[in-house]
């Protein structure tokens, strides 16, 4: 067997891209502001700032979506949404919204009194940003080698059950409504949750009377990780890892443009009736009606048939591996990675790319400014920038990643553009002594990441 796996797929529509000078490429950049989120589609070469909604629907998908039902109530697709929901992840309850930050929004508002603690493995941006509009401080409970870009530890998304108990102890059970479980941790890494971390999780937080709510968003990722390092699950599918992943939520937010294979769409899934009741109650104010939540029928249906789809072996297999040939081609020339390779990219570690530029001057922000400049490759800041500033003092939070984060879209790249990825990584590592940092000189008071500018420093 190949050690990558070619695409399980063959290429039905193609999309040209754009082919630019240097020039126009330094041009870009420059206009940008040097932040990536701020770059024109039509100027990005091969486009990794995410693999959110950037997914590749497959034939099946499409024509589904000739058989949306815009019902304004009642739609068919919503009820084929929700049995493929019931019966792929096993959750009672299913509330669709716009996306995923959509259900974080409800979830959060629901759940949490102000003055609450949400413990989480590591944040991600719009989970704890919701948690923490809803009155809750957000802790940090995932295991020390989380934070080390090069430790290998297979499952170093895991929560460390003493620093959880340690919490209890602190403030108290009645102050924790939950704890939320991402499955992948998507910034530290792409790193999966062991199966027996998600069990130990569930029996303490059940023993407290905290609820566990997973961030399901690349659950099948972490799916994937599972069977191929956890032991005794070698010979089980995709799907069984999955019902059993999620035997240990209580409910989860979802976003759809991640694992469920489309380019729009999230839920709320829930096992207490209760809360599901007042779900559908808030629903209504922020997304839509509980049965399209502000998704049209069509874009149920391509999530409903892409959550079915996503738990082929050989897609995932295939996902995977191709992200691993990219990580181990920059591995072998030196750059400087996360490790291990984990589910949806490859992360730079920016401090020891760029180690001459302070974590205050955004080394990462640089890094993937130089990167678009030379190649038209975009890619995404994931250190000091997204981190954000603390709500109290009004410092900079200061990770302890300073990453650059490169997203590989699902089923939408080969291998050729991969290499071309690595060529220009290699490329920048060569002359690193050369870059320069950065100063912000616009920021946003909330999520900057998505609209700060900078400039480089003289
Ligand atoms: C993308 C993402 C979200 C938010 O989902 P949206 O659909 O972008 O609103 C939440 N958690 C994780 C881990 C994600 O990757």
Known sequence: MAKYMAEPYKIKVVEPIAMKTPEQLAAAIEEAGYNTFLLKSKDVYIDLLTDSGTTAMSDNQWAGMMIGDEAYAGSNNFYNLEKTVQEIYGFKYVVPTHQGRGAENILSKICIKPGDYVPGNMYFTTTRAHQELAGATFEDVIIDEAHDSQNEHPFKGNIDLNKFQALIDRVGAERIPYICLAVTVNLAGGQPVSIKNMREVKQLAEKHGIKVMFDATRCVENAFFIKEREEGYQDKSIAEILKEMFSYADGATMSGKKDCLVNIGGFLALNDPDLYQKATQLVVLYEGMPSYGG???RDMEAMARGIRESVDYYYIKHRIEQIRYLGEKLDAAGVPIVKPIGGHAIFLDARKFLPHIPQDQFPAQMLAAQLYKISGVRSMERGIVSAGRNAVTG???????????LTIPR??????????????????YKKRDTIPGLKMVYEPPVLRFFTARFEPIK
Request: proline share 3%; glycine share 4%; net charge negative.
């Open 295 to 297: 998704l049209a029928g």
């Open 395 to 405: 410092d900079h939070h200061y990770p302890k990643l300073e990453l650059v984060r």
């Open 411 to 428: 089923r939408v790249y080969t291998y050729a553009h991969m290499d071309v990825v690595a060529d220009a990584v290699i490329e920048l």
